[in-house]
């Protein structure tokens, strides 16, 4: 399996644009997980998803951020419209919820996101 | 979410034993210890998770007390690829919502 793949790696705007970030999970995990990094927050988780459905989106710093999941191979990260302070490091991770015990996170490598 | 307190940063050479301390005096009883690794422009990578007592693997080892208030994430002879930021965190694995809070972390320096 090629592990957790995110597009773009790398992004640099414009503030005022509307950026997406894309994830495609790994193939048979039902749980999705969106983080940010930054030097001053460290590592945030902004929402999760299982099977599809979000179930906790209490990171989500504001409503310029949303989230979607169409199908379990593909989920989606908008900010629109962008600021300079949303410059960070995204992260997608996906894991299969096995409803209790170890449920190990796959991390993708990430999307640096730079807004001027 | 039990809050978790580690070491900002310490410092070890090539081929030592490095062990790294985690306090979660708040710990719940269904909460488990896990702890992540992350290499600089890399996401975590998941290296141990533990209830209690002792746990293994091919990486590292965790030793967790009785009182389970704290957990040690002991690396065996380090090398330089084990410079990363250890992140030790705490979650209750029964609710199938494994929500991870990642603390600061600490920055390991493995020198030559």
């Known amino acids: 399996d090629a592990g957790v793949i995110q597009s773009p790696r790398h992004e640099v705007t414009e503030m005022g644009q509307e950026v997406t970030l894309r994830c495609k999970p790994i193939s048979g995990h039902n749980s999705l997980f969106w983080y940010r990094q930054t030097m001053m927050r460290g590592l945030e988780l902004l929402i999760y998803?299982?099977?599809?459905?979000?179930?906790?989106d209490s990171g989500m710093p504001e409503d310029r951020f949303s989230a979607k999941m169409p199908n379990a191979s593909f989920s989606t990260l908008k900010i629109q419209p962008s600021e300079p302070r949303d410059s960070a490091v995204y992260f997608c991770?996906?894991?299969?919820?096995?409803?209790?015990?170890?449920?190990?996170?796959?991390f993708g490598p990430g999307t640096r996101l730079t807004v001027l | 979410l039990a809050k978790t307190t580690q070491p900002i940063s310490m410092d070890s050479y090539e081929g030592q034993e490095v062990n790294i301390t985690c306090s979660h005096n708040?710990?719940?009883?269904?909460?488990?210890i896990t702890w992540y690794q992350q290499f600089p422009s890399q996401g975590p990578r998941f290296i141990i998770q533990g209830y209690k007592t002792k746990v293994t693997n091919e990486v590292a080892s965790l030793f967790i007390p009785a009182d389970r208030k704290s957990s040690t994430l002991s690396l065996p002879r380090v090398s330089l690829s084990d410079t990363a930021v250890y992140y030790c965190l705490v979650g209750d694995m029964n609710t199938g919502f494994q929500k991870l809070v990642f603390g600061t972390g600490t920055r390991l320096l493995v020198s030559p």
């Open positions: 708040n710990i719940a009883t269904n909460d488990y």
């Open positions: 991770a996906s894991s299969f919820n096995r409803g209790q015990g170890r449920n190990e996170q796959f």
């Open positions: 998803f299982n099977n599809n459905v979000p179930i906790d």
